[in-house]
């Protein structure tokens, strides 16, 4: 497992997902170390805040596609679809 926080920008919404169930599933094992513990939360800490970035961009994407549609309806309301 990658050990920089700083490199979480260039994962995936997928990859820091499934990385972020890993960190969990080692913390709640409960047999690492204080250090390595707190090194595992930083982790998940930064790959929690990657998803929640790509989670918010998707819903910015969704709203936008949202407005487009209803501004073209709006704009031709004769035209059903």
Known sequence: MPSSPADVSALSYEQARDELIQVVAELEQGQATLEHSLELWERGEALAARCEEWLIG?????D???A???ASDA???GDER
Do not use: V
């Not at 998707?58 to 969704?62: D, H, S, W």
């Open 58 to 62: 998707a819903k910015a994407r969704l």
């Open 64 to 66: 936008a596609a949202r």
């Open 68 to 70: 487009s549609r209803q």
């Open 75 to 77: 704009a031709d309301p």
